[in-house]
């Protein structure tokens, strides 16, 4: 396997590789700039193991010195999670100056799928995405990750998208760049902290075993581009739809008045919104990761069966 001089991927996780055995591939800017300390660095753990446990080998991917990482150590791990909003959240378009500078950096989805792709993993689980932001009529706030999507070919699980986004843009956007979005088990788009959306997935599929086979038929038909599973939070950590969206209006009118603009707007929202909700979010956060990374295992064991 030739690699890319700029990446490194973890010995565990190239062995599983060069095997066909299953890997799961981990976000950074989630530990970084979703979560606060200590719980982002527990939380990246834990979910590590929840994907062992599962039957795949985790990869947490992010830039540490220049260097592509597929696989931390629990050391980098924890120096992100304790280094937090002051590591470099790292989208697309910054990728070559971090890199040529030997910078640190947390890697979103955009980034993660780019890395993931380059060391040969084809399965991804995070939180949630990023999309078209409310207001991109006029502001264009679009997030890369929506583009990767779109040509690069991962399997991204995620519990759909926050309500911070305009979740109906979103996904006319994928549409357009032909992303499927898959709900898993589910008709209707999950918003994340709640089930329910109020839009409609493109299929249902109900077992890894669909998924795995729908992502495999995509790559065997030539097309470009990655799948989008969304994965609703387990009832028993759903927020109260009412309550999470009121905390969300208030934080995107805080963020509006205050002038916050960019690759800030979603660290910030993210921030104020497990503030406004004394931590009964995060905990939901939490546990929703939990869950996409056994499914995300659960489907990268398919996927490897079929290989
Ligand atoms: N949404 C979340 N949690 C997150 C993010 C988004 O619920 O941690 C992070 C992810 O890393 C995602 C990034 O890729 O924010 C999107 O940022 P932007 O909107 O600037 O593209
Ligand atoms: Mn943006």
């Given at each position: 396997?030739?690699?890319?001089?700029?990446l490194?991927?973890?010995?565990?996780?190239k062995k599983?590789?060069?095997?066909?055995?299953?890997?799961?591939?981990?976000e950074?800017?989630?530990?970084?700039?979703?979560?606060p300390?200590?719980?982002?660095?527990?939380?990246?753990?834990?979910v590590?193991?929840?994907i062992?446990d599962?039957?795949?080998?985790?990869?947490?991917i992010?830039?540490?010195?220049?260097?592509?990482?597929?696989?931390?150590?629990?050391?980098?791990?924890?120096?992100?999670?304790?280094?937090?909003q002051?590591?470099?959240?790292?989208?697309?378009?910054?990728?070559?100056v971090?890199?040529?500078?030997?910078?640190?950096?947390?890697?979103?989805?955009?980034?993660?799928?780019?890395?993931?792709a380059?060391?040969?993993?084809?399965?991804?689980?995070?939180?949630?995405?990023g999309?078209?932001?409310?207001?991109?009529?006029?502001?264009?706030?679009?997030?890369?990750?929506?583009e990767?999507?779109?040509?690069?070919?991962?399997?991204?699980?995620?519990a759909?998208?926050?309500?911070i986004?305009?979740?109906g843009?979103t996904?006319?956007?994928?549409?357009?760049?032909g992303?499927?979005?898959?709900?898993?088990?589910t008709?209707?788009?999950?918003?994340?902290?709640?089930r329910?959306?109020g839009?409609?997935?493109?299929?249902?599929?109900?077992?890894?075993?669909?998924?795995?086979?729908?992502f495999?038929?995509?790559?065997e038909?030539?097309?470009?581009?990655?799948?989008?599973?969304?994965?609703?939070?387990?009832?028993?950590?759903?927020?109260?739809?009412?309550?999470?969206?009121?905390?969300?209006?208030q934080?995107?009118?805080?963020?509006?008045?205050?002038?916050?603009?960019?690759?800030?707007?979603?660290?910030?929202?993210?921030?104020?919104?497990?503030?406004?909700?004394?931590?009964d979010?995060?905990?939901s956060?939490?546990?929703l990761?939990?869950?996409?990374?056994?499914?995300?295992?659960?489907?990268?064991v398919?996927?490897?069966k079929?290989?």
């Amino acid at each position: 396997m030739e690699l890319n001089k700029y990446l490194d991927v973890a010995p565990e996780v190239k062995k599983a590789i060069e095997e066909g055995k299953p890997v799961v591939a981990l976000e950074s800017t989630i530990i970084s700039h979703g979560m606060p300390y200590p719980k982002n660095v527990e939380t990246a753990l834990n979910v590590e193991k929840v994907i062992r446990d599962n039957g795949a080998i985790p990869a947490t991917i992010a830039i540490i010195g220049g260097r592509l990482k597929a696989g931390l150590s629990k050391e980098e791990i924890e120096y992100l999670g304790k280094t937090g909003q002051k590591v470099t959240k790292v989208s697309r378009r910054d990728l070559p100056v971090i890199v040529s500078k030997k910078m640190d950096g947390a890697t979103t989805v955009a980034t993660t799928m780019i890395i993931a792709a380059m060391a040969g993993i084809k399965v991804f689980a995070t939180g949630g995405i990023g999309g078209v932001h409310r207001g991109a009529e006029t502001t264009m706030d679009i997030s890369a990750d929506l583009e990767e999507l779109a040509q690069t070919p991962v399997l991204v699980v995620c519990a759909g998208a926050k309500a911070i986004l305009d979740l109906g843009l979103t996904l006319e956007y994928l549409e357009t760049k032909g992303v499927p979005v898959i709900g898993y088990g589910t008709e209707e788009l999950p918003a994340f902290y709640t089930r329910k959306s109020g839009f409609k997935v493109d299929y249902r599929l109900d077992t890894p075993e669909e998924v795995a086979a729908a992502f495999v038929a995509k790559r065997e038909l030539g097309m470009a581009g990655g799948m989008l599973l969304t994965n609703p939070i387990p009832e028993q950590y759903a927020m109260d739809y009412d309550t999470i969206n009121k905390a969300i209006d208030q934080a995107i009118k805080e963020s509006v008045e205050q002038g916050v603009k960019g690759k800030a707007t979603t660290p910030f929202l993210l921030a104020r919104v497990v503030e406004l909700t004394g931590g009964d979010s995060l905990e939901s956060n939490i546990q929703l990761v939990y869950n996409n990374a056994k499914v995300a295992s659960q489907t990268a064991v398919e996927i490897s069966k079929m290989n």
